[in-house]
Structure formats: structure tokens, C-alpha cells
């Protein structure tokens, strides 16, 4: 991994928290974690999301989006950020992703100020939290202490919701996760951060059943 690796409701904090707690407690995060031996990491990773956000405000969504990404594939281990040929990156529900240079420039001032010390995945879940606060939304203390990992597979990011999936479909891929019906609604409710492309909702707009069901012409 390279080293340089609007009004918003309880919805987006329930997503941050379950993303964060849910998807990585067995990694022994805690908040606080880097209060002995880097201090100033969430101050740092603040003023750098608030840099950006300042002159790009749609940057919010974009790291929030990643870290949800991140998160559902194998817990949340920044592999979504590893460089190369067939990783995460290069997955299709992920090549829309953005925010990499958040996230690379966070990295970069921590590492002047406590090198080989922060995770990126930490990085991470802070910026994304961060981005819920800037885009008018509450705030949450966040656990620490996340491990970055090593591998990054496109083809493991097959198991990420989509956007034609069906509810079944859906339940099943949150379910295998340990995650139920109610926390499919709040995650997959926090995309409504943001704007979104029309190509990922126009087929539900014509041709609609009162089944629930719609055919695309």
C-alpha cells in the first residue's frame, strides 16, 4: 500500500457506527487508541478533510461511499486503497470511488508527525466520519486501532450490494456478514448522501409494477 495511500440525520451516523463497530470489533479497536503514541491523529485527519471539503464540498459523499466500500468486502482494512492490477480499485462497483487524495494527504502528515503509526483503514473511518460532521450531520467518537491489510482482490468485491440487486438478494449479502434487515435499510439509506448518476436509477422510474417490480424497456 502506498503511503501516500446537505442536511444529513441519525440515519448517517447509525451507518458510520455499524461500518465501524460491527465490521471491525474483532480487530480490538477502541477510542483513544492512538492516544499515547499519536496524539493529534484525529485533529490532523479533521483539518485535512475540512481542507478539501472547503474547496470541493462533494467530496463528503465520496468518502463516505469508500469507506462503506472498504467495509463490506473483508472488514474495514483499507484494502480498497492498495494500487495495481485486479485489486479492489479496479472492480466495477468500485471504479466511480473518490477521495484517494484525502486520504493520501492525511497519510502523508501523519507520517511527518508519527511515522509507521497510523493505519490507513483508521484514516479512513476518521475522514468518513469527519465528512458526515462537515456535511451538517452529528458526530461520534470513533474506535481505533484497525490493521491495514494486505490483499485486495477484485473479485471479492462481488459481494458488494447492487444497485439492481433484489431485497432478497440484498438481505443475503448483509446477512452473511452478520448484519440484519434493519441495518441493510441504514446502509444502504446513507447513499442518499450526496447526488448519484441517473444511470443507477432510471430503469425504476418507467415500466413500474405494483408488485415492486420494474422492466427496463
Known sequence: ???????????????????????????????GFYSTSCPRVESIVRSTVQSHFGSDPTIAPGLLRMHFHDCFVHGCDASILIDGP???KTAPPNLLLRGYEVIDDAKTQLEAACPGVVSCADILALAARDSVVLSSGASWA??????????????????????????DVQKQKFAAKGLNT????????????GTTACQFFRYRLYNFTTTGNSKEN
Open 86 to 88: 485486479g485489486t479492489e
Open 1 to 31: 500500500m502506498d503511503v501516500s495511500c446537505f442536511s444529513q440525520n441519525v440515519l448517517l451516523v447509525t451507518l458510520l457506527l455499524a461500518i465501524a463497530v460491527s465490521l471491525v470489533e474483532s480487530q480490538g479497536t477502541r477510542v
Open 142 to 167: 470513533v474506535p481505533t486501532g484497525r490493521r491495514d491489510g494486505t490483499v485486495s482482490q477484485a473479485s471479492d468485491a462481488a459481494n458488494l450490494p447492487g444497485f439492481r440487486d433484489s431485497v
Open 182 to 193: 434493519q441495518d441493510l435499510v441504514t446502509l444502504v439509506g446513507g447513499h442518499t448522501i
